[in-house]
């Protein structure tokens, strides 16, 4: 009932299991094997079946969408949570195999410190830290921990939108891969030792780059005092969850992509899984972000121009992942986030993410179901839209602003349009509630609330100010 | 606490506070922005032109009511003519008494009413019959896939016979939204691609339709009908609990109670949603039987129809949907479907 184009029974309690659990069960794979785990609907694997499954889902998606080169330095952005450390582990592991199969890039971790945001004592904080660094260490990739207080030292470059590189072509690829494997098959009858690739992955100690793993490139002095006290002050602030969490995923994404930038990455990989995806996606949808869910849910992420995000993980849901990071000993930290021990109706993530995976429970292709609607989605301004120079860019998530004053009935929102409106929009957020920034003087907003009161920080990060809207 | 001032006129008590601004208005200047919005909404979107010959589709419900109310205020100023048109889809102990509703409705403003009834139209199918017809061991009865896509043709078939050039429902923002969020949750592509704007044009001879409460919130309209003291029914359909549109309702409640602007968000979104070509619905011809809008050999009705006639219901509905020349039990098809209109409740 619920799929379009399938017919759903009725709550499963209604009818009678399909198969006995137990012992006649065996893999759906191999046949022989005894299951240890169900995904999907019914399909219960082994242990081998099961990894071997997890792990070619992994690289199908990087080779599928052919946007990693080989020799290519990539950032693997590590929250210690289950899903980038399973993206961590398939990253070391992918690095160690013989050489037909294995991962040919070159990887970096970091990890961003976001205690003050959260609230977190200082001492919670350097516990944390340690723990991290401990799994830092014993994966042996260069790493860089961030505290999120860096946010303020921040050029005002970045909020400046690079120039897109032209994405590489079909043929682009095959010749850059074919041309390091003529390098490698030289170097190799060489005897040469210090291209990069030829690391065996268990022994870090060899990585030929210029950062040892045990010292990270950046001083690891921790945040001053009052940068701790700022950046709390700055999400004091903020008045509703919602836009807190919207602040920091911003202010994060600005973050890492500075440090990619910094130290030469030109790809950042993100852990986020299918699960997470789809409830991104319906969250996006909500907060009026309908036009860049392309970009916010797809697999890469080019609005940053120089730097790509990728998002290997986006095919597994968050029941394969605890269930391999289970069976397989990935090491993971947990840190309280924002929204740790929140009530459900304290954020539209909190409450999507309710609603997901209590629908979840009751039609089980609910999540699959949403990201592959994702799929079908385009990078691209709706048909009927203004289609011609890039418009300005919203500060804080790039993308191209959906405001349009010139629109027609359909994207004013409901009121007869006042002057303000058609004022020339510089530089305006996009859907960005809670946040204002300043622009030509005299209220500039969005139209669905009194105007906000917009407020300066030094080095040009704005203070949030809530225009009042309650919730 | 005593109210504050009225922010419009300033003489007045304020009455509430609307939704989505916060501003404190007193019920007349409520009512009369209420208008002026719905007005402007019109307008700007040229929606109905001066001569137009307006067919309401009137429910009884508190959207229609207030719909056909403000349509009769403006339609000096748009130059428009109103009709009543009820559609009788044979749901016992519900339909009744909203078509109760309805009449009397009719007989105040003094607006010409037909009633079209699914039973003359479809060759005896009442929704009840569908009912009883679909309703199988273990599996949804899906009325609303049925109800929606008869009730439009009913609704198309009372236009012209009453000679309107236009019609209207009374769908609010709410309905779009939970339709968005629906569309999303069932992975309906086609109708992603094809919803999000203020109605359709009327292609291929089909009448052009409109919303033009699209952008005011439920909260809204019920404030209105409350201060207007219009006359309205209000139970819900029988077969609603049974909808899946009830899972997205109950979410856009829960949203909009954490931000109160997540209504207009989701409509703002819907109107910019970007799908792949080939996510979108093939361009439309006419039905082979009755010569309606479609893009497949039947329009969704005369298929709908056909299963239904056949005692194979769900003909039509899911993977198995086929044509005319359909033999044996029904294979993995295309998912696509014919541009039925989005699947929305009683209005």
């Given amino acids: 009932m619920c799929q379009v184009g399938e017919d759903y029974a009725e709550p499963a309690s209604e009818e009678p299991p ?31 079946c099961f990894k071997a499954f997890y792990i070619h889902k992994f690289r199908a998606v990087l080779g599928k969408n052919r946007l990693i080169f080989p020799g290519e330095k990539v950032l693997l952005a590590w929250s210690g949570g289950p899903s980038s450390s399973s993206m961590v582990w398939q990253v070391l592991e992918g690095l160690s195999r013989e050489s037909a199969k294995r991962l040919r890039f070159v990887p970096g971790i970091v990890c961003i410190d976001e205690g003050a945001a959260c609230g977190l004592s200082p001492e919670a904080r350097a516990k944390a830290l340690a723990e991290m660094k401990l799994i830092l260490q014993t994966v042996g990739f260069p790493w860089h921990v961030v505290a999120l207080e860096e946010v303020f030292d921040l050029p005002p470059s970045v909020l400046r939108c690079f120039a897109q590189e032209p994405v590489g072509t079909e043929g682009a690829y095959k010749a850059a891969v074919d041309s390091f494997l003529q390098q490698q098959h030289v170097l190799g009858a060489e005897g040469a030792g210090d291209s990069p690739s030829l690391a065996q992955g268990e022994e870090q100690l060899s990585w030929p780059c210029t950062q040892d793993p045990q010292n990270p490139q950046s001083p690891d002095r921790p945040p001053t005092a009052a940068q701790t006290e700022a950046l709390s002050r700055l999400f004091d602030s903020v008045k509703t969850l919602t836009a807190k969490e919207e602040l920091l995923q911003a202010l994060r994404t600005h973050l890492i992509l500075h440090v990619a930038r910094t130290h030469g990455y030109s790809k950042v990989m993100t852990g986020d899984s299918c699960t997470r995806l789809a409830i991104k996606l319906m969250t996006s949808l909500a907060l009026g972000r309908g036009a860049f869910l392309a970009w916010d849910t797809g697999f890469s992420d080019e609005r940053h121009g120089d730097v790509v995000v990728v998002r290997p993980m986006r095919e597994h849901t968050l029941k394969e992942v605890a269930f391999y990071n289970h069976l397989f000993a990935v090491p993971s930290v947990f840190t309280p986030a924002l929204d740790t021990k929140a009530p459900e109706k304290a954020s539209i993530h909190r409450l999507m993410e309710a609603f997901m995976l209590r629908l979840q429970d009751q039609f089980p292709s609910t999540v699959s179901t949403v990201y592959r609607t994702s799929e079908k989605l385009v990078k691209a301004p709706r048909d009927g839209c203004a289609a011609g120079p890039p418009g300005p860019r919203c500060l804080l998530c790039m993308c191209a602003l959906d405001i349009d004053t010139a629109g027609a009935a359909l994207l004013s929102q409901g009121g007869p349009p006042s002057p303000r409106h058609r004022a020339a929009v510089l530089r305006l957020p996009c859907e960005h509630e809670g946040l204002a920034l300043p622009g030509p003087p005299a209220a500039l907003h969005l139209g669905r609330g009194p105007a906000p009161q917009p407020e300066l920080l030094p080095q040009g990060l704005h203070r949030a100010a809530d225009p009042g809207v309650p919730g | 606490m005593p109210a504050p001032q009225c922010a419009t006129c300033h003489k007045a008590r304020a009455a509430l506070r609307r939704p989505r601004s916060g501003r404190a208005l007193c019920g007349a200047c409520f009512c ?144 779009m939204a939970e339709t968005v969020l629906m569309n999303f949750l069932r992975g309906d592509a086609a109708r992603l ?71 207009l968000d989701l409509v703002h979104s819907a109107e910019r949603l970007a799908l792949a070509p080939a996510a979108r619905p093939p361009a439309p011809g006419a039905c082979s039987r009755c010569g309606a809008l479609a893009s497949r050999a039947l329009c969704q009705a005369c298929a709908l129809l056909d299963g239904l006639n056949r005692g194979r219901p769900r003909l039509a509905i899911g993977k198995g949907r086929r044509g005319l020349d359909e033999a044996g039990p029904p294979r993995d098809g295309e998912p696509e479907r014919a541009p039925a209109p989005d699947a929305v409740p009683a209005f």
């Avoid at chain 2, 609303?144 to 769908?171: D, M, N, P, S």
């Avoid at chain 2, 609603?240 to 954490?258: C, S, T």
Wanted: charged share 25%; hydrophobic share 45%; net charge positive.
């Fill in chain 2, 193 to 263: 691609a094809r919803g999000g704007g203020l109605g359709s044009p009327g292609e291929g001879g089909a009448l052009p339709r409109c919303r033009p409460l699209q952008l005011a919130s439920q909260k809204e309209v019920v404030l209105y009908a409350h201060f207007r003291r219009l006359d309205y029914f209000s139970e819900e359909c029988v077969y609603a609990p049974e909808a899946f549109r009830g899972h997205a309702r109950h979410l856009l409640k829960l949203l909009e109670a954490a931000r109160p602007s997540a209504v």
């Fill in chain 1, 18 to 48: 399909p198969r006995q659990p137990g012992r006649e069960q065996k893999c759906v794979k191999c046949k022989e094997g005894l299951p240890v785990v169900v995904i999907r609907a019914g399909d219960a694997f082994c242990r081998d």
């Fill in chain 2, 32 to 175: 009369a922005a209420f208008e002026a919005e719905v007005l402007h909404t019109v307008v700007a979107g040229r929606l109905l032109p001066s001569g137009a010959v307006v067919a309401v589709g009137a429910s009884g419900g508190k959207d229609s009511t207030v719909l056909a109310h403000v349509l009769q205020v403006l339609a000096p100023r748009l130059g428009i003519s109103l009709r009543l048109v009820a559609v009788d889809e044979g749901i016992g102990g519900y339909r009744d008494a909203a078509l109760a509703a309805v009449r009397r409705q009719a007989a105040r403003w003094e607006l010409p009413l037909t009633v079209v009834a699914y039973a003359d139209l479809f060759g005896g199918w009442t929704m009840d019959a569908v009912a009883r017809s679909t309703a199988g061991s273990g599996r949804s009865r899906a009325c609303c896939t049925f109800c929606g896509v008869l009730r439009r043709r009913a609704l198309e078939e009372g236009a012209r016979l009453v000679g309107a050039t236009h019609i209207v429902t009374g769908h609010n923002a709410d309905d």
